[in-house]
């Protein structure tokens, strides 16, 4: 059963509403606090802005984008502020607000929370009774969770630690420096590895290995605090290694075999909602659709997806189709360097992770498409192969099923409730249906020419050669028929629990174990301890990745065990989860040099000191009595 918001909204509510023949509107928070299912509604609280920040567009622009693997169309193209760091990000960005705002909203809930239950007069018994420590270590756990975001994305702003209830509405702010943030993050962290359950009922609740993962990725974000080789980099490198292999000797990864490597099982539909490999999730309700904001889940598919109307819909792709998501809302594509130089850009690359995490083949959504000759001609195919005789050699054969057809054969969708009766689903692995073919490895020209789908390696749908207006290899390519074509992130596109083409209703990963692994690694090179134990968790993953039968083309020595390396890495397993911005900020990538580096965002012109943290939100500096000593971070 998934974590549900029904039991918050009960709690809220018994404040405002009669129940039985007791008139709840008489009785002050105190006393609804101690009930345990009050108690409980306000640790779901805890929770409930974890969805503003996953499965929509405000975080993945602030935590993945500004980096080295995704662009969008241009400097000023769509979300530019923080894509591009261009001119316009400032104290009035409205994705900033509302990160700031979710952020800052969990952590007054775990106030609350930790109040109650600290108050034990308050709380209806012991602050140490073992199932309400239990409860209130969800809290402790959120709120260093939280506290990290802020402090990874604003530096130094407010460290607030007491509940409204407690200490009321603060007219001054007061900044806090990194360290003592960092000191409270850990506090909870440590806390909450002690108390939480091993396991929990409701799927999305955190556990221990929640918060042990957790802890080793704060103490190895905290190094970036400390002089390379220091002796306080080097500790909390251990302490991030440490906490590391706590998760991985109690975890499990899913074992290759000789038909699916552990990264394709990692991504199979039916085990979505049931991850072995997965430590802490946005837990989406796809039965009643409890979720916040109910069915509205799940787009963020569609800021990844390749703009179908441009150009694939004149081979067959439908943008009514569900399985690649309707393409009105596309924002980023993939950079050159993530396509070619972390991914291997081979057909016959042993590891799976670009075909786990990319849609490049593209099945036509109807029984049959014909191909105009204007649009032979238009995308260069060889118009002597267009014969109106012969209608095979520019019609392509469909294999589309209904959502009937599939529910026939126990593959259900829509969230599993039965009504998405007139939906088209593309059904994938029969070739001679695709109508679109995006690879990471170039193409032939000519064999591109003689293919009756739609055809383009990066070499065609992005500039390699930098001659175009910003004269950096991998903008937009020249020819403007291409530009459109691009691999699609499909990581958020569980066939499974689609409820239209919009919207999914899959669970989201927010910390994985091979996260993990690849922590425990960095921790490694970081301390110059266990370097031979954090190469093992290198090849894990590298394992991982491929069919068994290729585990050993996988494998690297130590001359790959170096932080440059692991970047990649991290890249090739993570990109898209909302991590990348935190990796190279703690690498000391966050800089011009780096960001403007060949086949990497080529739109990103500037980076300046202040960008490595964000502005203030102006909503926030108005409602202050010292904005002005406060500061706005620069901008």
Excluded at 243 to 269: E, H
Excluded at 339 to 357: A, G, I, K, M, V
Excluded at 435 to 449: I, K, R, V, Y
Aim: net charge negative; with cysteine; hydrophobic share 35%.
């Amino acid at each position: 059963m998934a974590l549900s918001f029904t039991t918050l909204s009960f709690s809220v509510a018994l404040t405002s509403c009669s129940l039985d023949e007791t008139n709840y509107s008489t009785l002050d928070q105190e006393i609804v606090y101690q009930s345990d299912a009050g108690f409980n509604g306000l640790v779901e609280a805890c929770y409930e802005n974890i969805y503003y920040l996953y499965g929509k567009m405000d975080g993945i622009d602030l935590m993945e984008m500004g980096t080295d693997l995704w662009m969008n169309g241009g400097r000023n193209g769509s979300h530019g502020e923080l894509t591009n760091y261009n001119e316009n990000l400032n104290t009035s960005t409205g994705v900033v607000r509302v990160v700031w705002n979710a952020l800052y909203g969990i952590v007054s809930y775990c106030n609350t929370a930790i109040y109650y239950q600290n108050n034990s007069s308050v709380a209806g018994g012991s602050a140490a009774d073992s199932t309400r420590k239990a409860k209130v270590a969800e809290a402790y756990f959120l709120r260093g969770f939280a506290n990290w975001h802020i402090v990874e994305n604003w530096g130094g702003v407010v460290l607030n630690n007491s509940s409204i209830a407690q200490s009321g509405a603060q007219e001054r702010a007061e900044r806090a420096t990194e360290e003592q943030f960092y000191d409270q993050i850990i506090s909870d962290l440590q806390f909450a590895a002690e108390n939480l359950p091993e396991t929990q009922g409701d799927r999305g609740r955190v556990t221990k290995w929640s918060a042990l993962a957790m802890l080793a990725k704060a103490y190895l974000q905290r190094t970036r605090l400390y002089a390379n080789g220091s002796a306080e980099k080097k500790h909390y490198a251990e302490m991030a290694y440490e906490a590391a292999q706590q998760v991985i000797a109690a975890k499990q990864l899913y074992q290759s075999d000789a038909t699916q490597s552990g990264s394709t099982k990692y991504w199979l539909p039916e085990n979505n909602k049931n991850n072995q490999e997965n430590l802490f999730i946005e837990a989406v309700d796809h039965v009643g659709g409890f979720n916040p904001e109910w069915w509205n889940r799940g787009r963020t598919r569609q800021y990844y997806q390749m703009a179908i109307g441009s150009a694939a819909q004149n081979f067959g792709i439908s943008s009514d189709g569900w399985r690649y998501g309707r393409a009105n809302a596309t924002v980023w594509r993939p950079t050159l360097y993530l396509l070619q130089e972390c991914f291997e850009p081979s057909e016959t690359t042993p590891d799976t992770r670009f075909s786990d995490s990319f849609y490049y083949k593209y099945y036509i959504g109807s029984k049959q498409h014909v191909i105009s000759k204007s649009t032979w001609a238009t995308y260069g195919k060889d118009v002597s192969l267009y014969n109106t005789r012969r209608a095979s050699s520019y019609t392509i054969t469909g294999n589309v099923a209904s959502a009937l057809d599939l529910r026939g054969t126990g593959f259900n969708f829509y969230a599993d409730n039965g009504t998405a009766t007139d939906a088209v689903f593309e059904l994938e692995n029969n070739d001679a249906a695709m109508g679109c073919f995006t690879p990471n490895w170039d193409l032939d020209s000519a064999w591109c020419a003689h293919q009756k789908f739609l055809a383009a390696g990066p070499n065609q749908y992005m500039d390699k050669v930098g001659d175009g207006p910003d004269k950096k290899v991998g903008g937009l390519a020249k020819n403007s028929y291409m530009r459109s074509l691009m691999p699609s992130l499909k990581k958020f596109s569980c066939v499974k629990y689609l409820h239209s083409n919009q919207e999914c209703e899959q669970d989201i990963a927010i910390i994985r174990l091979t996260d993990i692994y690849l922590t425990a690694a960095e921790a490694a090179v970081i301390s110059g301890e266990h370097l031979n134990e954090g190469l093992d968790c290198l090849n894990a993953v590298r394992r991982h990745a491929a069919l068994s039968t290729n585990a050993a083309q996988m494998e690297v020595t130590m001359a790959e065990m170096n932080i440059d390396y692991i970047l990649k890495e991290r890249a090739r397993e993570l990109c898209g989860e909302q991590w990348r911005w935190y990796d190279l900020k703690r690498t000391g990538n966050l800089n011009l040099q780096y960001l403007s580096g060949t086949g990497r965002n080529p739109y990103i012109t500037i980076f300046q000191q202040r960008h490595l943290v964000r502005p203030v939100p102006q909503e926030f500096l108005d409602q202050i009595a010292n904005a002005d000593e406060f500061g706005t971070n620069g901008y």
